[in-house]
């Protein structure tokens, strides 16, 4: 492989650096917090919730993280972009009653 030239929106400092062997760098990947109540989950089943996130495309594969504390019991089973500007997140309980997620922040990754 020979060199390629890589330009970056990151703040002024920030390294980029060159990926670990068998990994492939990926030029378009961008980060947005989303604060959304996902509501109630059965119990021991799960609930598909949907928020809007503008400028999210279909083609997108996107990474899910909680930036806070989520109800205990609760867990992040699945995320997807089903529909243009759609984020949508499958959350899965462990625990014999449902548990309802109030207002929570989420780190959304995009990969485009």
Same mark, same amino acid.
């Given at each position: ?7 970056? #929106? ?7 650096? *060159? ?8 030029? #378009?990947?961008? *980060? ?17 919730? *949907? *928020? ?25 089973? #699945? ?34």
């Amino acid at each position: 492989m020979g060199t390629r030239s890589v330009t970056s #929106n990151a703040p002024s400092g920030t390294v980029i650096s *060159t990926p670990p062997s068998g990994f492939t760098a990926i030029a #378009n990947v961008f *980060t947005k917090d989303v604060t959304y109540t996902p509501g109630a989950i059965a119990a021991l089943v799960g609930a598909v919730t *949907t *928020t809007t996130v503008t400028g999210l495309l279909t083609t997108d594969a996107v990474s899910v993280q909680c930036t806070g504390t989520m109800t205990a019991g609760a867990a992040i089973a #699945n995320a997807r972009v089903s529909a243009s500007n759609t984020l949508e997140i499958t959350f899965t309980t462990a625990v014999a009653l449902g548990v309802t997620l109030g207002s929570l922040t989420f780190r959304v990754t995009v990969c485009r």
